[in-house]
């Protein structure tokens, strides 16, 4: 075997893509369907292992419930057992050979604009199917060179109105509801990808409920956010002001669908690139 570590019936392992929390990805041939899949790999080795083995069942559910373009398909679980416990447990997903949005580095406003439109119209697919991700973040949005994206990680997703037992999300992106335990909803997904939006438009992380630890390893008070316009002057104030509305503490405050959000992506988006294009037109006078 290429990597040494797996032999699973019916699939040619290629190489290790890489590794998330306790789980491991391989490029893989489905030989049965005749397809390069992503396997997704969890072994159980602690009780603690157990939540990821749910959150790779949730994934599987929630993709079967979602058919859109944007949101990756999960096509198999695969479970192995050792005295009739699971002992191992593999996900078949689809192949998607992008780069994380915390990996593009060189987008420019307009690729970042068109990427979060996408994404928005994801999570509306999933809000639709009564869905809501959770966990929005940059390392959860894939991108092709040819700007194609696929929102990834669905094991946080949840119905809406859930109500979670513990706290889960990502600390920099997490919104109020989450770490309050409150009732979830299409609006914790919006304050999810506000706090997305912020960290590609500036490069900090918008400050959430979870403190920050300082460089001397000790817990940080949440700062009160500066807007991302009074970062860079080429952020419009226009897109400040909605990631900032999206970032807002009270659900209620924020945009009220991933709809209103799209339509006022695009209405930036048509106002940068007709403000180029006026631009091109001046020096080619």
Not at 145 to 165: A, E, N, R, V
Request: charged residues 25%; aromatic residues 6%; proline residues 5%.
């Amino acid at each position: 075997m290429p990597n040494g570590t797996i032999d699973l019936s019916g699939y040619t392992i290629k190489r290790k893509l890489g590794t998330g929390a306790r789980t491991t990805i391989y490029l893989a041939h489905d030989d049965v369907n005749n397809r390069t899949v992503a396997l997704k790999r969890a072994i159980f080795e602690s009780p603690e292992d157990q939540r990821i083995f749910e959150q790779i069942e949730t994934e599987f559910k929630v993709s079967k419930d979602i058919d859109h373009p944007y949101i990756r398909k999960c096509f198999k679980i695969i479970k192995k057992r050792k005295m009739l416990k699971v002992s191992e447990l593999y996900m078949e997903m689809e192949y998607f050979d992008g780069k994380s949005l915390e990996e593009s580095t060189s987008l420019s406003l307009i690729d970042v604009l068109l990427v979060f439109r996408m994404v928005a119209g994801g999570l509306n697919a999933m809000h639709s199917s009564g869905y809501i991700h959770c966990d929005i973040k940059p390392n959860n949005i894939l991108i092709l060179p040819t700007g194609h994206i696929k929102i990834i990680d669905l094991g946080q997703s949840c119905k809406m109105g859930t109500i979670k037992q513990r706290v889960q999300g990502t600390p920099d992106y997490i919104a109020p509801e989450q770490v309050r335990k409150e009732p979830l909803s299409h609006r914790t997904d919006i304050f999810n990808l506000g706090a997305t939006m912020y960290w590609a438009l500036t490069g900090k992380n918008v400050p959430t409920l979870i403190p920050q630890k300082t460089d001397f390893g000790m817990m940080s008070k949440p700062k009160e956010a500066k807007s991302p316009h009074e970062f860079t002057k080429r952020i419009p104030i226009g897109l400040s002001n909605l990631v900032m509305e999206c970032v807002a503490d009270i659900p209620s405050k924020r945009p009220s669908s991933m709809n209103d959000i799209i339509s006022r992506l695009d209405i930036l988006i048509q106002s940068i690139m007709g403000s180029k294009l006026g631009q091109n037109r001046e020096s080619d006078d």
